[in-house]
């Protein structure tokens, strides 16, 4: 999983409250076996102006010009500014991969469906919580401000805008351990292999006939 622990970038602010992961990655996008290749698809049926199904060349699509998402001033954008309850509806792990996999590094919200952030920790994004008053004020600028950008710090549980304003947010201590040095369930795992590996090798020591039955 990548590490979060500082970053920079272009805000891109999508004004609409209760996205459920169904707008967020629709469902007959959910087909493949694979965690990749999703981003294409994010925000699928407001991006484009016709349906989309899996395996279609995006390029052979038709672009809905007033989405935000495809708008010249917010291309490169990997920061997104959101309203209240963003993800929320059903509980696919694929909608943070989807935003994720577009070059979303971290989502600022007033509020986040529980399940949806739970499974951003899980993936490397960073959902971030403020309060509605600096959404707004955030949103007034991201709009008034073509190249708007943002700094979220995730160490200092910052973020900073470009006049030097600051405002904090929390995260779990466990949560941002894990996203600070980029570990997932597995690679939490894996910093036990050793222990692991001489449990293992004991075991078999003392109950040889164990490793006799896995091997049959």
């Known amino acids: 999983m ?3 622990t500082q970053h920079q970038g272009l805000v891109v602010p999508l004004d609409r409250a209760n996205v459920d992961t169904d ?3 629709p469902k007959q996008f959910l087909k493949s076996i ?3 290749g999703f981003g294409p698809n994010l925000f699928d049926e407001w991006r484009y102006l016709d349906r989309g199904e899996p395996g279609q060349d995006p390029a052979s699509r038709r672009l809905n010009p007033d989405f935000v998402l495809n708008q010249r001033r917010y291309a490169g954008a990997s920061i997104l500014l959101a309203r209240a309850n ?3 509806g059903s509980s696919r792990e694929h909608a943070p991969w989807a935003i994720q996999q577009f070059g979303i ?3 600022i919200a007033p509020s986040f469906a529980d ?4 499974n951003c920790f899980k993936n490397g994004l960073l959902p971030v919580v403020l309060p509605s008053p600096v959404i707004d004020g955030l949103f007034a600028a991201v709009l008034s401000t073509p190249g708007y950008e943002l700094t979220v ?3 200092r549980q910052l973020v900073a805008t470009p006049d030097g304003n600051q405002h ?3 995260v779990e201590p466990f949560r941002k351990h894990c996203l600070l040095h980029g570990l997932d369930e597995i690679g939490l795992t894996l910093e036990h292999a050793a222990e692991i590996e001489a449990f293992q090798t004991r075991r078999h020591s003392e109950k040889p006939w164990l490793k006799k039955e896995l091997t049959q």
């Open 2 to 4: 990548q590490a979060f």
């Open 23 to 25: 707008a967020i990655i």
């Open 34 to 36: 694979l965690r990749t």
């Open 86 to 88: 963003f993800g929320c």
């Open 105 to 107: 590094r971290a989502v």
């Open 115 to 118: 399940i949806f952030f739970n």
């Open 153 to 155: 710090d995730l160490e």
């Open 168 to 170: 904090a947010f929390d």
